[in-house]
């Protein structure tokens, strides 16, 4: 049976600071695991809500990479392509807030099981009939092998198949001039972008994030600026589409652009008009940032309905 939504992902485990302006280079206490990734996250909502999806990826065998499936699985994500690496360790991100909210990550991922996935490994018969693979820059900068199985998706896309890409620029990582020449190849095949603010501007060279989505609308992509806690703006040729966010306390902020992606892709295979899509994904990230974890406050369908229904 063909998948709605399929992702390559730089698999992790989240262990995160309990309170706040405790720098990760000095003791404190920590909570987690979390299953994470910023892809798996788009992908376990994504499923909640209905979509048929699978991640493609590596864990060691271990217990955090038992965590990870374990969320997946219950969620009702296919994780029939996530391969065990004997020897390996799972991938993680240990992560610390500040109160001005700015955070600082500390990835163990390039290598560790995370960075260990080969172009070679993928099933490209089994990803035939995918209707998007979901796609970002984050994966792109953790590993060669990584890059490459992403390339390989790009190169061979099953006919029909189209490409989403969030920049989700990371510079623990690698530096943006690095990452925007990597995706390069993605960006051109991609039907639709998702920036976070700035990552627009800063993937295009233009002076500002609005420029860069009309830059790409105007290439012919669908483009979705996620805009924080201001909710999002769509563009779509000379068509510009603002959805305003929906008021929550904010508890944990990551994970809620890769939320608002999956529940987008979600709201876009169902069919539903541009703005309705916006209004969805607005309402899947707001709630995502009202719990402690990365997956921790992702809505079930029920619970999104019934959010969007109060908040009419
Ligand atoms: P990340 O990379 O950490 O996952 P992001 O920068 O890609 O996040 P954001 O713009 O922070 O993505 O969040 C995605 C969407 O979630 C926003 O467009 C908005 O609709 C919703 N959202 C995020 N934070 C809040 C908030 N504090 N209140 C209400 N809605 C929010
Ligand atoms: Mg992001």
Redesign the pocket.
């Given at each position: 049976m063909a998948y709605d939504l399929v992702t390559v992902s730089a698999i992790l485990c989240e262990i995160m600071r309990k309170e706040l302006d405790k720098p990760l280079d000095k003791p404190a206490d920590f909570t987690g695991p979390y299953a994470s990734g910023?892809t798996p996250i788009t992908v376990n909502i994504a499923a909640k809500l209905g979509a048929k999806t699978a991640v493609i990826g590596s864990v060691g065998p271990d217990p955090f990479g038992k965590c990870f499936k374990a969320q997946m699985v219950s969620s009702g994500v296919d994780v029939s392509m996530v391969k065990d690496i004997p020897g390996a360790s799972t991938g993680c991100a240990f992560v610390c807030y500040y109160s001005d909210g700015s955070r600082d990550f500390l990835y163990h991922s390039r290598h560790a099981a995370a960075g260990m996935t080969h172009a070679e490994d993928l099933d490209m018969e089994k990803l035939q009939g995918t209707k998007w693979f979901h796609l970002t820059g984050y994966n792109m900068s953790v590993s060669k092998s990584l890059q490459e199985t992403c390339y390989r998706i790009v190169d061979e896309l099953p006919e029909g198949s189209r490409i989403s890409f969030?920049p989700?620029i990371r510079p623990e990582s690698l530096s943006v001039e690095e990452v925007r020449e990597l995706c390069r190849p993605v960006i051109e095949k991609a039907s639709i972008i998702f920036p976070?603010?700035t990552e627009a501007a800063l993937f295009t060279g233009c002076a500002t994030d609005e420029e860069g989505c009309r830059l790409w609308a105007d290439q012919g992509k669908l483009v979705v600026l996620?805009?924080?806690?201001e909710?999002?703006i769509i563009y779509q040729g000379n068509e510009k589409i603002p959805v305003p966010?929906?008021?929550?306390e904010?508890v944990d902020?990551?994970?809620?652009?890769?939320?608002?992606c999956g529940a987008f892709l979600t709201a876009l295979i169902e069919g539903k008009p541009l703005s309705e899509c916006g209004r969805f994904?607005?309402a899947a990230?707001?709630m995502?940032?009202r719990k402690q974890g990365p997956m921790e406050g992702a809505p079930s369908r029920a619970e999104l309905e019934a959010f969007l229904k109060a908040h009419s």
């Open positions: 910023d969030d989700n976070s603010k996620k805009n924080g806690s909710g999002c966010s929906f008021q929550v904010e902020p990551t994970g809620a652009g890769d939320t608002f994904a607005c990230g707001a995502s940032v």
